[in-house]
């Protein structure tokens, strides 16, 4: 299973973010691992409204920085305290998502811990989230925190469609789940079935077809599972469908905590931004938390 030794919280200090910090404090303390804490306060000159000096911008700033350092140790200190962890309280100054970004990869961070918020306006839907745009530049596991964390995950789903990142999605799954149950999905895509259909193809020969692919997927999943995990007690699902969605039901209907999937096709340019892949479409839909895992990962 992957080693979580470094991990890094961001805060802003909402409710969201909240929920964030103590879900990350929670996985340090399961794995006796370092948390950070980081807060990054956005610099004056970023607002274009504000008419101020240069001396007057940078003077504001510090200040500004001193304040919150001084929050995020209480933060530190409360959490340290409660879960006796190591902690350690941090701030930047900058744009959010780039900072965030950066300073995990300068820790060497496993694992990055964010908020998740509603994009409401029309800004946010085409610039995105803290979030959403953290995940576009973080190249480490990223969990986006979508519920309270009073309690351990208890059901967790491994969404793979088994490319090279597919291993990660189930040892990240297994080792963030921490005695949760673990159900390995994999979604058979609705796409070909949908243009044999079209071409009028007989509906018997389809079926069939669907039925053996089906049995390799299932195939194909049980070989996953005994190369990442041997042993492991991980459920197998194989569903058809639009794979967003069938996802998204998976939750659903099995009352998962965590979703665990790869992060395909972020960066992947206008056309990905426009229609959307199925990581970006379940980090945006799912109801539970949701860990994103990069193809860089071992």
């Not at 399961?30 to 948390?35: F, N, Y």
């Not at 000096?53 to 001084?70: C, I, K, S, V, W």
């Not at 998976?250 to 790869?262: F, H, R, T, Y």
Request: glycine share 6%; proline share 5%; aromatic share 4%.
């Amino acid at each position: 299973m992957p080693s979580i030794r470094r991990i890094v919280a961001a805060t802003d200090f909402s409710e969201f973010s909240e929920r964030a910090v103590q879900r990350a404090a929670r996985i340090a303390k399961q794995h006796d691992a370092e948390l950070h804490v980081l807060h990054v306060v956005r610099p004056l000159d970023l607002y274009p409204s504000l008419t101020l000096t240069p001396d007057e911008f940078g003077h504001n700033d510090l200040e500004l920085q001193q304040a919150e350092q001084t929050r995020v140790e209480a933060v530190a200190a409360s959490l340290s305290a409660q879960l006796g962890i190591r902690v350690r309280p941090v701030t930047r100054l900058g744009r959010a998502h780039t900072e965030i970004a950066d300073y995990a990869a300068e820790v060497a961070a496993d694992l990055v811990v964010a908020g998740s918020r509603g994009e409401s306006t029309l800004m946010d839907l085409f610039l995105g989230s803290t979030a959403s745009r953290l995940l576009r530049v973080a190249t480490c596991p990223v969990l986006i925190v979508k519920k309270p964390a009073d309690a351990p995950y208890r059901k967790v789903l491994a969404a793979v469609d088994f490319s090279p990142v597919s291993a990660a999605v189930i040892s990240h799954a297994i080792s963030v789940a921490d005695g949760a149950r673990v159900e390995a999905l994999h979604v058979l895509g609705s796409e070909v079935e949908q243009r044999l259909r079209k071409a009028k193809f007989v509906r018997i020969d389809i079926a069939d077809w669907l039925a053996r692919l089906r049995t390799e997927a299932e195939q194909q999943l049980d070989a996953l599972l005994a190369q990442v995990e041997p042993g492991a007690a991980v459920g197998r699902l194989v569903q058809p469908g639009f794979s967003p969605a069938v996802i998204c039901q998976s939750i659903e209907a099995g009352q998962v905590d965590l979703v665990v999937l790869g992060r395909h096709g972020y960066g992947g340019g206008l056309q990905d931004w426009l229609l959307g892949s199925v990581s970006k479409d379940v980090a945006h839909a799912a109801t539970c938390d949701v860990l994103l895992i990069s193809p860089v990962v071992p």
